[in-house]
Every structure is written in C-alpha cells, then in structure tokens.
C-alpha cells in the first residue's frame, strides 16, 4: 500500500486482486458516462474490463495499474504506462495516465489532483518530462480537471465505437511539461 495523504492510498492492482476491477466499473463508469452510449457502457465495460483484457493489460511491461483507497475503501482506479509516447510530441521521456475513474460520491475532494501531483513527481524522479492522456471532449468536468492542473491540449482523434452517440466521439490529448 502506498500512502499519498493519511486517507488516500494506492493498492497496485496484481493477478491476485484484479477480479475486483469489473464490479468496481461496473459502478463508477455508468455514473459519469452512461449518457455517451446507446447501451449506458456496457459493452464498453464489458471488454475493457473483461479478466481476458484485465490480464492483457497486467501483463503489459511498463505499465502500472492502481485501486484507489480513501478510508479504506476502494473508490476508483487508473493506469499509467511508462514511455508511451504522444504521437507528433517528441520531445523527452514521456508517460500516459491512463483511465482515471473516481467514484462520483468522493470527486471534486481533490484526490485527482493528489494523484497527478504524485505522479509528476514519480516522473519527474525517473527522468520524465511529460505526463500525456487522452480525455472526451464532451466530459466538461474532467477538461477542466486538467486545464486547472497545467495541462494544454494537442490534438484530437475520434473514437469509431459503433455504440457510442456520434455527438461525443471526439477524445483530445492533453499533456504537461514537467
Ligand atoms: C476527473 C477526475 C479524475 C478528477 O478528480 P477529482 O478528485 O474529482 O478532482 P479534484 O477534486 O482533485 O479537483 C482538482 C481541481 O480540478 C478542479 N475541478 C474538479 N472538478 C471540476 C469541475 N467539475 N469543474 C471545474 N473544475 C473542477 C477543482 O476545482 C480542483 O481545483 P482546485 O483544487 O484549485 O479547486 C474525477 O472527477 C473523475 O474520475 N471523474 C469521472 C471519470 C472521468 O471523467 N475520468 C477522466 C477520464 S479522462
């Protein structure tokens, strides 16, 4: 377990504990996205975090993967892949935060930003310049999650899911210079 605040930890998630991970999404995903997809997100769930993709992605070098603990209960979870670089970035060290998900009930209490700052700090430690993810642009809360840490955009893509409203298919990626 590692301590970022007395209240706020992180759990590595293994092989061991990551039957967990689904149930978790399960709740915390349809609470911020539902309204994205014909389905509410299920089948986006679904395969995401299928023990089939689960494992594949445990199994990826250079990646860690984390529950998010505050008061002893898990409330969300994220990624973070070591030198995956922003496609047109090139300069220095870079790593991905990927798929941060807190539970609604505890946003906006400022555990996004004490992980982020953990992590910039994790990075800057190891020799990285930039921190980079990809984020919905119609997700106004999470956008200004970022831009009130530093983070600027660069560019965009759009994501070709067949059950996801055409209207919300844009994602940006955002970085920040460490
Ligand atoms: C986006 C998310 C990770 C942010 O974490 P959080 O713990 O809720 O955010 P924090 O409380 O740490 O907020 C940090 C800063 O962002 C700002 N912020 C957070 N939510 C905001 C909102 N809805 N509107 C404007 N600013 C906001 C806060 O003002 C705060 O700045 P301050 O400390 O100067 O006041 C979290 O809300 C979440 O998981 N949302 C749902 C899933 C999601 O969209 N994930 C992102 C996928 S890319």
Known sequence: MLYLTEHLSLKEINRENYSQL??????IYPLAYSHFWTDKG??????Q???ENILRELSEEKSEYYYVVFNDEIIGNFRIIWDEKL???????????HRIYLHQKIQGKGIGKN???????KAKEKGYKIIWLDAMNEQPQALSFYKNLGFKYHSYIFLEYDLLHQHVRKMIQVYKIL
């Open 22 to 27: 689904y149930f978790l999404m399960r709740t």
């Open 42 to 47: 299920d089948w986006y769930v679904n395969t």
């Open 49 to 51: 975090y299928s023990e």
């Open 87 to 97: 496609e047109g970035l090139s300069e220095g060290k870079q790593v991905k935060l």
């Open 115 to 121: 992980i982020v700052s953990w992590l910039e700090n």
